[in-house]
């Protein structure tokens, strides 16, 4: 250690020290150091008082045998005593010791916080220094509440030396970000920003690093700095080379300077001073400028300086994202840094470019490097690189070059490494389904993932194909077809069989016209996979099978031999087995008509988000540094691509759940009961075999399925009893709900009774009850009339995801209604999950002959299935400082629609369901309120916060609740309660 | 923003470490050594960051030493990259002939 031996020489301890290096083992180190822990202890507890020197020189030692690895229980009052010491060596080996050493011991901490105290006010720049640092240094949350309010005072005092004011905006940069409830925001957040202005550079960089933090929780606290950040940036890139002395480096002017305050600019949206914002557009084109200038210095250090200024210069453009001119000059920057020969530069250009290519502005400039970037997918040795590049290519397609990309990214799959080959799986099949323009390409594609990489093709990806092979009929023929030859290679990936098995079980029709794929070859080549697949292909290889009885009589026999065998009737896998002894049954017992019926073509599904960009969300996680994980830039970037998406994403939940095709969501028919004697028979088919019970997340090889599943279990025969029921409204034929029917609903948001519906004809009463995640409901229809309404018939449906959320079951309703008379319609309801949409009833009948259709929203709202929950204000606040995730709260600020009455609101949130609470909010005006929402798969608590402003006429409400969704919907419903 | 400052020779022991953020000291050890392992595979044809976890590694090479900065997604590699050089410069003004010495 030359520094502090050579002047200050604590000979002991360099003593200590090479005696410690010359131990030649382990116990004669500890024998050296258990000697010298003696000494200590006796010079420490002896009758002589130490001088500061002596004191100074065996805490030193203390510190030394710490780090070395050994327990220290003593000398830390010694320690302490060095910090009011007014030698500086002293002090500063005290508060070494202390900053390496201390713990909570309570009654140093307070002598500690003392002697901090002290030199904070000593005026003695060096003390302060010392002891700010040590502040940070500990950075414990004691420490940031005894010294907290403190340090923004020195950090703005006029008279605070620069050195101080820089150590006091880094320390109290610690203290923020540990306990950042610690520190006050005052009237010194204007001052501090001022420091921007400050001579000395070292005040200005810490400065910058403070603010940046600060001003991310409170921006408009801070919004003077831009004004000040730009003029200070402006005067730093203007200056010439050698103005800033120390502060610049190889030439460069204050490099990280600048950087940090682009950095700072990046919190904000651009300046809205034309003037300013004049300004700053001049300093970024003045680095641009600046970087095609010959270089000053041949010196690495130069260069990259330079361009560290470069990169952030160009990150603030794309921030901004509102000037062409600029987006496209840093295209075109990073562009010559594509090629360059350092592979720093060619990776930071790369992925400064994926941004850039989700910018309206430069996406056409972007695409122009497309081969640049192909080539360096292909030759670039650093994975990384090569990494980024496939990013970029992901980022940079659109419908022009999608087929190259695609091509290129295939190529690139097979020598691809292993680490990121499921997630360019992800990202080909998310191109090719986005940009196909005709589907056999589309089709293509998907078998070559397949193909090339198997294994790393997730279900999601199989699935998706699956989906819009049986949406889109004018690919079907072709899918089959290629299915069909690719089947054919020797060795075929399991996925392909899978695929392959489903598109011929669904359109294999298609392709029986030639006799190289006649029904019997099909079969064959399928069933020439069979053996060599998992027990899941198996099974979905039967449900094939059974398909091909419907599809081609012929196969019928060979098929049944296949069934019977005994290797499938008796096969120790329960789900084959299963499957193997019903399809056989069905099909020797049903007519051809039933099968027909059963076996039909499966219905097209509905259209969602594409659930492999969800997963490809999942997989990369928030902040990996791709232009995808950003919605924003994932947003716009569809929209620059001219996404006409071929699937377009009409989303109904965002819930990126495993149930890709949604098979639950198409309400299944609502059919009368069953009485004829095929129905029966079936019914006996499916009650012999184990339990089918209808599952609740459907993979597409139990949609396939489905149509021989029963739908619920209350109507097991419904499929079988009326194959085409006139009467029976499917989803499709189901009107759009009445204009009115959210303002009738909003009425019942609060109470459970009430006249749901009135015209001319028809009236609608409800009388409803809820107890936890159940809920009965009578409908009351009368008919206002002297005519008999005919063919009544009130349903139910579910639309969207609704019916994995929420079981309605009804009983019918005699068909005919009387003039004068009532009917009633008894509900029962169960709520599974959290649920949004309320569920739709559709009333049809004909009055005078005329049908009459309607359709209203059911009144059944999430919070009906509210459990009041009393608590007391502790346990309240708890809660909802449990809660203070920015997604579990929603708020609503609004005017009053209605008087503002406390009693009437009172009544309003008791009837919404939640308990109301007293004492709990500090002003009594305010109504607190709790409740959990039970329902079967999850219970959702519930916290809530109506503050009333009767002078303003307005309210605010919060909610808080464990489930993002939930607490907007509830925000949104119980806001237009007021 | 940093995370961390490293400074580990080939052999993997620690010479330096300062973290910004709490981690806790059994961690260390382990990050420690999963950090100079991800730096002593790269060779010098790869690009010197590395995409480590849910941050990036920043690192530079001075004959058997390494020095590897953690920074989160939103920090200036480059600016980092250089900064590394600063400090070893700052060290070598300060200690003279610093990499030889440590």
């Given at each position: ?192 920003v001022h420091?921007l202005n ?6 200005v960089?810490?400065a910058v690093?403070?603010i940046t933090?600060?001003c991310?929780?409170?921006p408009?606290?801070f919004k003077t700095c831009i004004s000040l950040a730009v003029s200070r940036l402006s005067r730093i890139v203007s200056s ?12 460069v002017p204050a490099p990280w300077l600048s950087v940090k305050l682009l950095r700072l600019l990046q919190c904000y949206p651009p300046p809205e001073d034309a003037a300013v914002k004049g300004r700053l557009v001049e300093c970024l084109e003045t680095v641009l400028n600046k970087a ?14 330079k361009?560290a200024i470069l990169f952030e210069t160009i990150s603030l453009i794309i921030h901004y994202d509102s000037e062409p001119n600029l987006l496209v000059r840093a295209c075109?920057q ?18 400064s470019?994926?941004t850039l290519?989700?910018s309206?502005f430069s ?616 | ?75 200036n590699?480059?600016a ?23």
């Amino acid at each position: 250690m030359p520094a502090v031996s050579k002047g200050d020489g604590m000979r002991g301890l360099a003593v200590f020290i090479s005696d410690i290096r010359n131990c030649k083992s382990k116990e004669a180190e500890i024998k050296r150091i258990n000697k010298e822990l003696a000494n200590i202890r006796s010079k420490f507890k002896g009758d002589k008082a130490l001088d500061g020197y002596s004191k100074k020189k065996y805490v030193c030692k203390l510190l030394f045998i710490f780090l070395l690895g050994h327990d220290i229980d003593f000398g830390h009052m010694e320690a302490v005593n060095l910090l009011s010491s007014n030698k500086y060596t002293e002090k500063q080996i005290g508060y070494l010791f202390i900053s390496v050493l201390v713990n909570s011991n309570s009654e140093l901490i307070r002598l500690i916080n003392n002697a901090i105290k002290n030199d904070l006010a000593s005026r003695n720049p060096t003390f302060m220094c010392l002891a700010l640092h040590c502040i940070a240094n500990v950075g414990s949350r004691e420490m940031g509440e005894a010294f907290a309010a403190d340090i923004p005072r020195i950090l703005v005092a006029g008279d605070s030396m620069d050195s101080v004011k820089q150590s006091a905006a880094l320390c109290l940069l610690r203290l923020y970000k540990a306990s950042p409830d610690l520190v006050p925001m005052g009237e010194w957040t204007a001052r501090v920003v001022h420091l921007l202005n400050d001579q000395h550079m070292g005040v200005v960089t810490a400065a910058v690093s403070l603010i940046t933090c600060l001003c991310k929780k409170n921006p408009d606290d801070f919004k003077t700095c831009i004004s000040l950040a730009v003029s200070r940036l402006s005067r730093i890139v203007s200056s010439a080379s050698t103005d800033l002395q120390d502060y610049t480096y190889y030439f460069v002017p204050a490099p990280w300077l600048s950087v940090k305050l682009l950095r700072l600019l990046q919190c904000y949206p651009p300046p809205e001073d034309a003037a300013v914002k004049g300004r700053l557009v001049e300093c970024l084109e003045t680095v641009l400028n600046k970087a095609q200038e010959p270089p000053k210095s041949k010196k690495v250090q130069h260069s990259n300086a330079k361009n560290a200024i470069l990169f952030e210069t160009i990150s603030l453009i794309i921030h901004y994202d509102s000037e062409p001119n600029l987006l496209v000059r840093a295209c075109n920057q990073l562009g010559q840094f594509l090629q360059h020969r350092e592979t720093n530069l060619r990776y930071l250009a790369l992925e400064s470019m994926c941004t850039l290519a989700s910018s309206e502005f430069s996406h056409e400039a972007v695409k122009t490097h497309i081969d640049t970037v192909i080539n360096a997918l292909k030759t670039e040795r650093d994975v990384s690189v090569r990494q980024r590049a496939a990013d970029l290519l992901y980022a940079m397609c659109d419908r022009s070059n999608a087929k190259q990309i695609v091509s290129e990214m295939l190529r690139y799959l097979e020598t691809a490494d292993y680490a990121i080959r499921e997630e360019i799986v992800l990202k080909v099949a998310i191109l090719a389904e986005k940009y196909a323009v005709d589907y056999s390409w589309y089709v293509d594609t998907i078998l070559n993932l397949i193909r090339i990489a198997g294994d790393y093709v997730s279900e999601e990806v199989w699935y998706r194909v699956l989906q819009i092979v049986t949406n889109r009929d004018d690919v079907q023929g072709y899918a089959a077809k290629t299915v069909f030859e690719a089947l054919q290679a020797p060795a075929c990936h399991e996925n392909m069989v899978k695929v392959g098995g489903y598109i011929l079980g669904e359109f294999g029709n298609l392709i029986a016209g030639d006799p190289r794929s006649s029904p019997p070859v099909q079969f064959s080549l399928l069933h020439s996979k069979f053996h060599l697949c998992s027990v899941a292909t198996r099974a979905l290889l039967l449900s094939t099978y059974i398909k091909f009885i419907n599809l081609f009589p012929e196969t019928k026999a060979t098929i049944q031999g296949v069934l019977r065998a005994g290797s499938q009737l008796r096969n120790a896998d329960v789900e084959l087995q299963q499957r193997a002894v019903e399809y056989l049954t069905l099909s020797s017992v049903a007519s051809t008509d039933v099968l027909a019926t059963v076996l039909e073509e499966m219905p097209p599904f509905p259209e969602r988000e594409s659930s492999i960009l969800a997963k490809l969300k999942r997989k990369k996680g928030p902040g990996a540094g791709s232009a995808l994980d950003d919605g924003r830039r994932d947003a716009s970037s569809n929209d620059i691509n001219g996404g006409v998406e071929p699937t377009p994403s009409t989303v109904s939940t965002p819930s990126p759940s495993a149930d890709l095709l949604g098979l639950r969501a198409a309400p299944p028919p609502a059919a009368p009961p069953a009485t004829s004697g095929a129905g029966n028979l079936l019914v006996d088919v499916f009650s012999d075999g184990p339990a089918a019970q209808p599952s609740l997340g459907p993979t597409p090889e139990e949609a396939f399925l489905s149509e021989l599943e029963p739908p619920a279990p209350e109507s097991p025969m419904a499929l079988l009893a009326d194959p085409a029921p006139a009467a029976d409204p499917g989803p499709e034929d189901i009107g759009p709900p009445i204009p009115e029917a959210d303002e009738l609903l909003n009425k019942f948001v609060c109470k459970n009774n009430g006249v749901l519906f009135e015209n001319q004809l028809l009236q609608i009463g409800v009388k409803s009850e809820f107890r936890q995640n159940l809920g009965r409901m009578y409908l009351f229809y009368g008919n206002k009339t002297s005519v008999q309404f005919q063919n009544f018939s009130p349903t139910v449906v579910h639309p969207g995801d609704l019916q994995t959320q929420l079981a309605v079951q009804t009983k019918r309703v005699a068909a005919q209604v009387d003039g004068g008379a009532q009917v009633q319609q008894v509900l029962n309801i169960e709520c599974l999950r959290d649920f949004l949409t309320p569920p739709l009833l559709s009333v049809r009948f004909r009055y005078g002959g005329a049908p009459q259709a309607l359709t209203l929203k059911l009144p059944v709202t999430i919070n009906k299935f509210f459990q009041p929950t009393e608590m007391a204000a502790q346990d309240f606040f708890q809660r909802w400082k449990q809660l203070s995730l920015p997604q579990q709260e929603a708020q609503k600020i609004f005017k009053a629609n209605h008087p503002m009455d406390a009693e009437v609101t009172k009544a309003k949130l008791l009837g919404f369901g939640s308990a109301l609470l007293d004492n709990v909010d500090p002003n009594p005006e305010n109504f607190v309120g709790a409740g959990i929402i039970q329902t079967k798969a999850l219970q959702v608590g519930c916290l809530l916060r109506l503050e009333p402003n009767a002078q303003a006429q307005m309210y605010r409400l919060t909610l808080r609740t464990s489930k993002e969704p939930v607490s907007r919907h509830l925000c949104e419903l119980l806001a237009q309660q007021f | 923003m940093i995370k961390f400052f490293l400074m580990v020779n080939k052999q993997g022991q620690t010479r330096l470490s300062k973290y910004y953020e709490h981690v806790e000291i059994s961690k260390r050890t382990l990050l420690e050594t999963e950090v100079i392992k991800s730096c002593l595979s790269r060779s010098n044809e790869q690009c010197s960051f590395i995409e480590f976890k849910d941050f990036k590694l920043i690192y530079r090479q001075y004959a058997a030493l390494f020095i590897v900065v953690g920074v989160n997604d939103t920090e200036n590699e480059m600016a980092i990259y250089e900064f590394i050089h600063n400090f070893v410069e700052v060290l070598d003004e300060y200690f003279s002939r610093v990499v030889n010495n440590v």
